[in-house]
């Protein structure tokens, strides 16, 4: 026998040697003495052991195996018709846990009775903890297992399976009590219609169905099962199963919401798109091609493309400008009122709204969603009417659970797909006390770093398993996650703590989803309560359920008095069996919504002129629950349009009323559109021969028109030519008046004088109107009024001749009669003191004085045009203080100067400063010797002039008495010896000569104000 033992130990060295590569060791036992069994080298290898330790002391198969197993182990494969395969738990160098696989051979003797068992050995013990680490992980994400022996109808449940169930943990289920847990008569013919086609073609399935618990729960699950078959038979029937009611709790909620919301949009008759920014792709619903006429089916293939060519050319523009401010993030909404090409032809109005529901990655808007609500009615009647519309964002349905896993150092072992997405980072080997400022994580308040205690994977590690708890993973430049963490510790047979793992359930769309669902219940709330447009939701025979306020007061009920009432009460007779009609329809299907325009009566008895928009919500059985209604009140439109109406009948009575006036209507074209009964008369035209077939141009002369056309495209540095020459000061200004000569229907010209004014609606010129009267009558009066002119004109001639004659030869002979009297009084001494004599010379030099008075008057009123220029007043001010402040201060006189130094005046700069040096010298002259004098010079602006104030505390004037000779030549007013009565005359003069004019208010022995008057330079 041992030699048999000791050649057989040889060969399996040798194939031991030949398998190494294969095999990760191999026994040979020894069925009577276990102890004399031989163990290979690569086995001890496998379990740690190096070559050194072997030859110090080779371990014994004991010390890897217990003697109870190893007995268990021998006994097992000597069973006969077994699998000689077994998965076996062994102890390593030092006291860590190995598996094998093992597989036997039976060695006999020559009696054909068993002897030893030769065990080869395949190391599985990564394969094994995955699995055991994979089992817990299914445990924490609420997947269960299931499996179905169709020969003997066995089936097996895993835990977690009983746990969604709710049964206990020795439950044991067959085939006709599992079927009983389905909870509806849908999911049970679902799941058999699945698990029949499972098993008759071995077609896998993944079906959402609803069960009904042990403990008598409705939850909702997802059931997931494959098949095997065998010689043409399905033998065995598996798969998963998982808890997925509160996804499907939250998605019936939403879709319940989606379906309200949706309710309410149909009721505001609006159209919807939805567009692929990034691609060009576009949704339209049937009511948004209806509005332009047409059916999607006619608009196909759809795109951006669609919207572009239907849109008017001139509201691209703008269009693009708010489409980009949307796209820039500089505004949240985009909102536009554009036109669209209508498919009869005409243009028609939308009110277009949308918002950016989603971006890329790199910040580039993807998805835009929006409506198109027709109000070409409210544009035509300058009217706006307020549209609500609702919005609605898209959540995002599947869940996705992340797994994560640590050793029990903490280190991750584990960091899968889901995971790596939340975290926006790959699995790194950091320790974990920078778990949470590398993965970004904190409490469910999304503010508050998690402390190293608190990250669910070391406190499952630490403290046991975990049941949802919240938190939020925030990384860097992506959205933050909130999610629900449950989790688990891995534990060896002897419990000892391997690590621990965690299921990550992204919770982000529920909470949104739920707080999304709050808020548009609050909105619809909001809007039905703080809208300016009634609503109201009535039951299915129009009792009215609820009312908002703004319908209240639309109809002058209290909330209460109108909720007793059915609108059947209040609508006018005419119009009730129109709205019953459109209701029946709405009732049996027929229409999703309805409006209309109808009456009302107001709780006064008066008539209220409403639009109606009904929609319908629906319960799951598709009968009515209730009408959304929406009544917007128009009366005020509707008094509105008659009183336009009358109005332009009184218009067109005008109109025709005017015969000798001109009044022609063009469109922008410039094409007569219109053509009273003072056109025909003055042009001679019939209006059927001018109208909508001639272009008003032709009613002018030509060479007119060229050479106005010349004078603007100069002026503008562009061609502005033909009818253009007519219109285009219009189009600028609005409006322009010019003389015209317009040539009747017979060729003759006649002068007019014609005001071409633009008629603009929300400020675009949608035409012109041109009214022009005959002006012969006054081009014949100008010619009379030139000829008077000229005659004038020839009459200032010889004044001006007459002037000179007088500023000359008078003069000249003046001189001649003092140049005589001082020869005579050179020759004749003696002749001075004769009183003839000295009357005579006194005469003379009177006579040469007021001469020369007269010639200065004359100078000045003939050379004003040629001298007047701008004037500093200020420092022509400080000149004049300047040449007399040495008389001033002899005079005991203070002059202040108080005049902006950046006024300026237009003048004579002689005569400026002759007027205030007149002035001044008149201050220091007429003083009061009693009073500290001062003279005070001072300005502001009125108008188009500068009002220059002069101040003094002198003696002052009696106006009372000298008022209308104040400024006469030769006047006095003081008995002083150099009084001469010249010097006012003169200023006044010189003052209006500039264009200005003089004024006073003075009182006797308190002093005198001049008020000047001098054109401001800057008129």
Same mark, same amino acid.
Request: charged residues 25%; proline residues 3%.
């Given at each position: 026998?041992?030699?048999?033992?000791?050649?057989?130990?040889?060969?399996?060295?040798?194939a031991?040697?030949n398998?190494?590569?294969a095999?990760?060791g191999?026994w040979?036992?020894?069925?009577?003495?276990v102890?004399n069994s031989?163990?290979?080298?690569?086995f001890w290898?496998?379990?740690?052991y190096?070559?050194d330790?072997?030859?110090?002391?080779?371990p014994?198969l004991?010390?890897?195996?217990?003697?109870?197993?190893?007995?268990?182990?021998?006994?097992?494969?000597?069973?006969?018709r077994?699998?000689m395969?077994r998965?076996?738990?062994?102890k390593?160098?030092?006291?860590a846990?190995?598996w094998?696989?093992?597989?036997g051979?039976?060695i006999?003797n020559?009696?054909?009775t068993?002897t030893h068992?030769?065990?080869?050995?395949?190391?599985?013990?990564?394969?094994?903890r995955?699995?055991q680490?994979?089992?817990r992980?299914?445990?924490?994400?609420?997947?269960g297992?299931?499996?179905?022996d169709?020969?003997?109808?066995?089936?097996h449940?895993?835990?977690?399976?009983?746990?969604i169930?709710?049964?206990?943990?020795?439950y044991?289920?067959?085939?006709?009590?599992?079927?009983?847990?389905y909870?509806?008569?849908?999911s049970?013919?679902?799941i058999n219609k699945?698990?029949?086609?499972?098993?008759?073609?071995?077609?896998?399935?993944?079906?959402?169905?609803?069960?009904r618990t042990?403990?008598?729960?409705s939850?909702?699950v997802?059931?997931?099962?494959?098949t095997?078959f065998?010689e043409?038979?399905?033998?065995?029937?598996?798969g998963?199963f998982?808890?997925?009611?509160?996804?499907k709790v939250?998605?019936?909620?939403l879709?319940?919401?989606?379906?309200k919301l949706?309710?309410?949009l149909?009721?505001?008759?609006a159209?919807?798109?939805?567009?692929?920014?990034?691609?060009g792709?576009?949704v339209f619903?049937?009511?948004?091609?209806?509005?332009?006429?047409?059916?999607?089916?006619?608009?196909?293939?759809i795109s951006i493309q669609?919207w572009?060519?239907?849109?008017h050319?001139?509201?691209m523009?703008?269009?693009n400008k708010?489409?980009?401010?949307c796209?820039?993030k500089k505004?949240?909404?985009y909102?536009?009122?554009?036109?669209?090409?209508?498919?009869?032809?005409?243009w028609?109005?939308?009110?277009?709204?949308?918002?950016?529901?989603?971006?890329?990655n790199?910040?580039?808007p993807?998805?835009?969603?929006?409506?198109?609500v027709d109000?070409?009615?409210s544009?035509?009647?300058?009217?706006?009417l307020?549209e609500?519309?609702t919005l609605?964002e898209?959540?995002l349905?599947?869940?996705?659970?992340?797994?994560v896993a640590?050793?029990?150092?903490?280190?991750?072992?584990?960091?899968?797909?889901?995971?790596?997405?939340?975290?926006?980072?790959?699995?790194?080997?950091?320790?974990?006390?920078?778990y949470?400022?590398?993965?970004s994580?904190?409490?469910s308040?999304?503010?508050?770093p998690l402390?190293k205690e608190e990250?669910p994977?070391?406190?499952?590690?630490?403290?046991?398993n975990?049941?949802?708890?919240?938190i939020?993973?925030?990384?860097?430049?992506k959205?933050?996650?909130t999610?629900?963490v449950q989790?688990?510790?891995?534990?060896?047979?002897?419990g000892?703590?391997?690590?621990?793992?965690?299921?990550?359930?992204?919770i982000?769309?529920r909470?949104?989803?739920?707080e999304q669902?709050?808020?548009?219940?609050?909105?619809f709330r909001g809007s039905?309560?703080?809208?300016?447009?009634g609503m109201?939701?009535?039951?299915?025979h129009?009792k009215?359920?609820?009312? #908002?306020?703004?319908?209240c007061?639309? *109809? $002058? %009920?209290?909330?209460r +008095? @109108? /909720?007793?009432?059915n609108?059947?009460?209040l609508t006018?007779?005419?119009?009730?069996d129109?709205?019953?009609v459109l209701?029946s329809?709405?009732?049996h299907g027929k229409r999703?919504y309805?409006?209309?325009?109808?009456r009302?009566?107001h709780?006064?008895?008066?008539?209220?002129?409403?639009?109606?928009?009904?929609s319908?919500?629906?319960?799951?059985?598709?009968?009515?629950?209730y009408?959304?209604?929406?009544i917007?009140?128009i009366?005020?439109?509707?008094?509105?349009?008659k009183?336009?109406?009358e109005?332009?009948s009184k218009m067109?009575s005008?109109?025709d009323?005017?015969t000798q006036?001109?009044?022609?209507?063009?469109d922008?074209d410039g094409?007569?559109?219109s053509f #009273?009964?003072?056109?025909?008369n003055? *042009? $001679? %035209?019939?209006?059927? +021969? @001018? /109208?909508?077939?001639?272009?008003?141009?032709?009613?002018?002369?030509?060479?007119?028109l060229?050479?106005?056309?010349a004078e603007l495209s100069?002026?503008?540095?562009?061609s502005?030519?033909?009818?253009?020459?007519?219109?285009?000061?219009?189009d600028?200004?609005?409006?322009?008046?010019?003389?015209?000569?317009l040539v009747r229907?017979?060729?003759s010209h006649f002068?007019?004088?014609?005001?071409?004014t633009?008629?603009?609606?929300?400020?675009?010129?949608v035409g012109?109107?041109?009214?022009?009267t005959?002006?012969?009558h006054?081009?014949k009066?100008?010619k009379?009024i030139q000829?008077?002119?000229?005659?004038?004109?020839?009459?200032?001639?010889r004044?001006?001749?007459?002037a000179?004659?007088?500023?000359?030869?008078?003069?000249?002979?003046?001189?001649?009669?003092?140049?005589?009297?001082?020869l005579?009084?050179?020759?004749?001494?003696?002749?001075?003191?004769l009183?003839?004599?000295?009357?005579?010379?006194?005469?003379?030099s009177?006579?040469?004085?007021?001469?020369?008075?007269l010639?200065?008057?004359v100078q000045?009123n003939l050379?004003?045009?040629?001298s007047?220029?701008?004037i500093?007043?200020?420092e022509?001010?400080?000149s004049?203080?300047?040449?007399i402040i040495?008389?001033?201060?002899?005079?005991?006189v203070?002059?202040?100067?108080?005049?902006?130094?950046?006024v300026?005046i237009?003048?004579i700069?002689?005569?400026?400063d002759?007027?205030?040096?007149?002035?001044l010298?008149?201050?220091?002259?007429?003083?009061a010797?009693?009073?500290?004098?001062?003279i005070?010079?001072?300005?502001a602006?009125?108008n188009?002039?500068?009002a220059?104030?002069?101040?003094?505390n002198?003696?002052g004037?009696?106006?009372?008495?000298?008022r209308?000779?104040l400024f006469?030549?030769y006047k006095?007013?003081h008995?002083?010896p150099?009084?001469r009565?010249?010097?006012?005359f003169i200023t006044?003069?010189?003052?209006?000569?500039?264009?200005?004019r003089?004024?006073?208010?003075?009182?006797?022995n308190?002093?005198?104000?001049?008020t000047?008057?001098l054109?401001h330079e800057?008129?």
């Amino acid at each position: 026998m041992k030699e048999n033992l000791d050649n057989m130990l040889q060969e399996m060295n040798v194939a031991s040697f030949n398998l190494e590569a294969a095999m990760d060791g191999l026994w040979v036992l020894d069925i009577e003495e276990v102890n004399n069994s031989k163990v290979s080298e690569n086995f001890w290898a496998t379990l740690g052991y190096t070559s050194d330790d072997l030859a110090v002391q080779e371990p014994q198969l004991l010390d890897a195996i217990l003697p109870e197993k190893l007995k268990l182990l021998v006994a097992d494969f000597l069973q006969p018709r077994r699998s000689m395969t077994r998965d076996i738990e062994l102890k390593g160098k030092f006291g860590a846990s190995f598996w094998t696989r093992a597989t036997g051979k039976l060695i006999y003797n020559e009696t054909n009775t068993p002897t030893h068992i030769v065990v080869y050995h395949i190391d599985i013990t990564d394969l094994k903890r995955q699995a055991q680490a994979m089992e817990r992980c299914n445990a924490a994400a609420k997947v269960g297992y299931w499996e179905v022996d169709l020969p003997t109808s066995a089936v097996h449940w895993s835990k977690v399976t009983k746990e969604i169930h709710e049964v206990p943990e020795d439950y044991e289920p067959d085939l006709a009590t599992a079927l009983t847990f389905y909870d509806d008569e849908q999911s049970i013919r679902k799941i058999n219609k699945v698990v029949a086609r499972a098993i008759e073609h071995g077609t896998p399935y993944d079906v959402k169905v609803r069960i009904r618990t042990h403990q008598g729960r409705s939850r909702w699950v997802r059931a997931i099962g494959q098949t095997e078959f065998a010689e043409g038979k399905c033998t065995r029937l598996y798969g998963t199963f998982q808890d997925v009611n509160t996804e499907k709790v939250a998605k019936t909620a939403l879709l319940q919401e989606k379906e309200k919301l949706q309710h309410v949009l149909q009721g505001t008759n609006a159209g919807t798109w939805e567009w692929n920014v990034q691609t060009g792709e576009t949704v339209f619903n049937q009511r948004w091609a209806a509005i332009v006429g047409y059916t999607l089916e006619e608009l196909s293939p759809i795109s951006i493309q669609t919207w572009i060519d239907l849109c008017h050319p001139e509201d691209m523009e703008l269009s693009n400008k708010l489409l980009n401010e949307c796209f820039e993030k500089k505004s949240e909404y985009y909102n536009c009122e554009c036109r669209m090409k209508h498919k009869q032809g005409h243009w028609i109005w939308v009110l277009d709204r949308g918002k950016i529901t989603s971006w890329t990655n790199d910040g580039k808007p993807l998805m835009m969603f929006g409506t198109h609500v027709d109000i070409t009615q409210s544009k035509t009647a300058e009217q706006a009417l307020l549209e609500k519309q609702t919005l609605f964002e898209t959540v995002l349905e599947n869940i996705n659970v992340g797994i994560v896993a640590c050793n029990a150092e903490g280190e991750l072992t584990l960091f899968n797909r889901a995971t790596r997405e939340f975290h926006g980072l790959p699995l790194q080997t950091i320790p974990p006390s920078e778990y949470q400022a590398h993965y970004s994580l904190y409490k469910s308040d999304g503010v508050t770093p998690l402390k190293k205690e608190e990250i669910p994977l070391l406190k499952t590690l630490w403290e046991g398993n975990l049941v949802e708890e919240e938190i939020v993973v925030a990384p860097r430049n992506k959205p933050a996650y909130t999610l629900s963490v449950q989790g688990t510790q891995l534990r060896q047979p002897d419990g000892k703590v391997l690590g621990a793992v965690v299921a990550m359930h992204d919770i982000t769309e529920r909470k949104q989803t739920l707080e999304q669902l709050r808020i548009n219940e609050e909105t619809f709330r909001g809007s039905f309560e703080n809208t300016a447009v009634g609503m109201a939701l009535l039951d299915a025979h129009g009792k009215w359920l609820k009312v #908002n306020p703004s319908l209240c007061a639309m *109809l $002058g %009920y209290t909330q209460r +008095e @109108l /909720l007793k009432t059915n609108f059947q009460q209040l609508t006018h007779p005419d119009d009730l069996d129109a709205d019953l009609v459109l209701l029946s329809e709405l009732i049996h299907g027929k229409r999703s919504y309805y409006h209309l325009e109808k009456r009302y009566f107001h709780k006064n008895g008066s008539i209220v002129y409403i639009i109606l928009a009904v929609s319908m919500v629906k319960n799951e059985a598709g009968k009515p629950l209730y009408f959304v209604s929406q009544i917007v009140d128009i009366t005020s439109q509707k008094q509105a349009e008659k009183t336009l109406e009358e109005a332009v009948s009184k218009m067109q009575s005008l109109l025709d009323a005017s015969t000798q006036v001109s009044i022609i209507g063009m469109d922008v074209d410039g094409v007569i559109t219109s053509f #009273n009964k003072g056109a025909e008369n003055l *042009l $001679g %035209y019939g209006k059927d +021969e @001018l /109208l909508h077939q001639a272009s008003a141009d032709r009613l002018h002369v030509r060479e007119e028109l060229e050479q106005r056309s010349a004078e603007l495209s100069a002026h503008r540095g562009q061609s502005i030519e033909g009818l253009q020459t007519l219109l285009a000061v219009a189009d600028e200004r609005g409006f322009e008046t010019r003389e015209w000569t317009l040539v009747r229907k017979d060729g003759s010209h006649f002068p007019v004088q014609l005001t071409v004014t633009g008629i603009r609606v929300q400020h675009q010129t949608v035409g012109y109107l041109a009214i022009a009267t005959d002006i012969s009558h006054i081009k014949k009066a100008e010619k009379e009024i030139q000829s008077l002119l000229d005659v004038t004109k020839d009459q200032n001639e010889r004044l001006r001749n007459f002037a000179h004659i007088v500023s000359h030869n008078l003069r000249s002979h003046s001189g001649n009669i003092v140049m005589l009297l001082n020869l005579l009084f050179k020759k004749n001494p003696e002749l001075a003191q004769l009183e003839l004599i000295k009357l005579l010379s006194k005469a003379s030099s009177n006579l040469e004085e007021t001469i020369a008075h007269l010639n200065e008057v004359v100078q000045i009123n003939l050379s004003v045009s040629d001298s007047v220029r701008g004037i500093n007043l200020n420092e022509a001010a400080e000149s004049g203080i300047k040449s007399i402040i040495a008389l001033a201060n002899e005079a005991g006189v203070t002059i202040f100067n108080d005049i902006d130094p950046s006024v300026t005046i237009l003048g004579i700069p002689a005569y400026v400063d002759s007027i205030l040096l007149n002035f001044l010298t008149n201050g220091i002259k007429y003083r009061a010797d009693e009073a500290d004098s001062f003279i005070r010079l001072s300005c502001a602006a009125e108008n188009d002039f500068i009002a220059l104030r002069i101040e003094d505390n002198g003696l002052g004037i009696d106006l009372s008495r000298h008022r209308e000779k104040l400024f006469g030549m030769y006047k006095t007013f003081h008995d002083r010896p150099d009084s001469r009565g010249v010097g006012l005359f003169i200023t006044k003069n010189q003052i209006e000569a500039m264009g200005g004019r003089v004024e006073v208010s003075s009182e006797v022995n308190k002093g005198t104000v001049f008020t000047i008057y001098l054109k401001h330079e800057k008129n």
